[in-house]
């Protein structure tokens, strides 16, 4: 069983983020894993700031939100993550951003636990799922690039992405692609999705199914 973080960084609690954020996380259960759905609403309400002015003597954050306990007690102990956010202005939400600006505050050399925080950032596995109203494809574009870069940066394994397109509350119901079930799978499969992300000289096999 693995622990399982959804995180959703859309401020619409019945909107198709969130939609599709459960039924990720209904996914995980029926697979046999232990799901978190968290609104990065109730966590965040600041901004990353200059952390050589902001910081406590003893080298904490001093920003007194619920950012703290969101990563370090739900995130770094997570097996795997899986972030929804809608598309705003062709990227992700302002809440999913500041989630990601925030980790530098605790892994910094500045912080005392960095060392620690750095080793468990590491080797997660990874999905996106991304709500949008339009259905260009390159709208998705940046948000994808943003979210592997970040994958490789902390030699994590981005295992897939999900996009229902939907502006009324809940509509991605009626996206044909049937982006709510594309969401249970990416939940279901999320520790056993194959992963590869070749070099010129990484061994591997002719073949990519046995």
Known sequence: MARVLILVGSPRRAGNSAAMAAAAGEGAAAAGHSPAVRHLDDHIANFLRDCRSCRTPDGNCSIGDGYRALFLDDFLPA?????????????????SKA???????????SFPGSPEVVARMQGKRLGLILASEE?????????????QEYARYTHSAFV????????????VAKDPRDPLAAARRLGAEIMERSYTDYRLDTPRSPKVWS
Not at 99 to 109: E, I, L, T, V
């Open 135 to 147: 259905t260009y494809p390159g709208a998705e574009s940046g948000i994808v690039h943003q979210f």
């Open 99 to 109: 989630f990601f600006d925030r980790m530098f505050c605790y892994y910094s050399a």
């Open 79 to 95: 097996e795997a993550v899986v972030l929804c956010t809608p598309i705003y202005w062709y990227g992700m939400s302002a809440q």
């Open 160 to 171: 897939g992405t999900v996009r229902g397109i939907g502006n009324a509350r809940s509509e």
